[in-house]
């Protein structure tokens, strides 16, 4: 357990009642901690919040809020010995989710309390940080089309309304995937790489369980050929997530590596954390054990890879 701690909070994070929340955590936190306690706010967000208090040298820094203030904290973090303790608050809670830590805020509490920590991988995305996953096409097109005023009204179903409404225009577009083995050519509407993810991120789900601590990336590849197959892949990586077996879908691929390049032609929309960053060609890496958060002893799930099916498919080994 530590003996201090820099508590970044996020007092417009998630839809209850942020007083209450903060009043719980330090009613939990304080007998135990010396807690510096930091807020975010418009002009301040919670990266450079955990920035300087790295640079004043934090014991640990827990951070509570949504995915937006767990990934901007956690990415400050990569590569530093400082442990992050998560509390969500968020609408969506990928960030725990992902990494099987906690969602209710007491367990969190206790978590961090418990003092055990784990280091997990991160990544960089064209040089810049990554958590949870990378989304080209099909996955880009939907964060984009899920506004701030549908996302703070419908939470997660905000996702689900927009991946419907994407569904009747699907974009196929052929891509390159280049890993340090071998080069992937094929025919996509989605390609995801994933560091970590949680199961709502089924686009993401080919291997059924992203592992987030074997140093590798899980790159995912969806493509039906039209919406009645984009519903049905859709299905199947949905189930795959529940019951933890691969996708068996001939359109649907996955494979591991811990570095790789991704081309694509026409270019594509990329989003990383849910933020948009450009568009492809996109080059990343897995930074193995680069982030230590306080988490529960947790199981994965065996390596796995599966190609064959995916159309125009095309492997070049190295």
Excluded: W
């Excluded at 560091?195 to 089924?202: E, G, K, Q």
């Excluded at 649907?252 to 954390?273: F, N």
């Amino acid at each position: 357990m530590p003996k201090s701690a820099c508590l970044i909070f996020n007092p417009s994070a998630g839809q209850g009642n942020p007083e209450q929340d903060l009043a719980l955590i330090q009613s939990i936190l304080n007998p135990e901690i010396d807690i510096e306690l930091v807020l975010t706010t418009p002009d301040i967000e919670a990266g450079q919040l955990a920035r300087e208090a790295i640079a004043r040298g934090a014991e640990c820094i827990i951070a509570s809020g949504g995915d937006g203030t767990l990934s901007a904290v956690a990415e400050a973090l990569i590569g530093t010995d400082i442990p992050l303790g998560a509390i969500a608050r968020g609408t969506a809670n990928a960030f725990v989710n992902a990494l099987n830590l906690p969602v209710d805020i007491g367990l969190a509490c206790q978590n961090i309390l418990g003092g055990v920590t784990r280091q997990v991988d991160a990544a960089l995305c064209n040089g810049k940080p990554m958590i949870l996953l990378a989304g080209i096409g099909f996955e880009a097109q939907t964060v984009e089309k899920a506004d701030r005023a549908t996302k703070d009204r419908l939470g997660m179903l905000a996702y689900v309304v927009a991946g419907i409404a994407q569904l009747g225009n699907l974009q196929h577009f052929d891509v390159e995937i280049e890993t340090e083995e071998k080069i992937i050519r094929t025919t996509a509407v989605a390609v995801t790489v994933a560091n970590a993810a949680p199961p709502t991120s089924i686009l993401a789900q080919g291997p059924a369980g992203v592992i987030f601590d074997d140093g590798l990336l899980d790159i995912t590849i969806v493509a039906p050929a039209n919406m009645v197959g984009a519903i049905a892949a859709s299905y199947d990586l949905l189930s795959t997530a529940l019951s933890g077996e691969a996708s068996s879908r001939p359109d649907v691929g996955y494979l591991r590596a811990s570095k790789v390049k991704i081309t694509t032609e026409p270019p594509q929309k990329v989003v990383v954390d849910g933020e948009p960053i450009g568009t492809t060609p996109i080059v990343l890496e897995c930074l193995r054990g680069g982030l230590t958060i306080y988490t529960p002893d947790n199981e994965e799930p065996p390596l796995a890879e599966k190609l064959e099916g995916l159309p125009n498919l095309e492997i070049e080994s190295k």
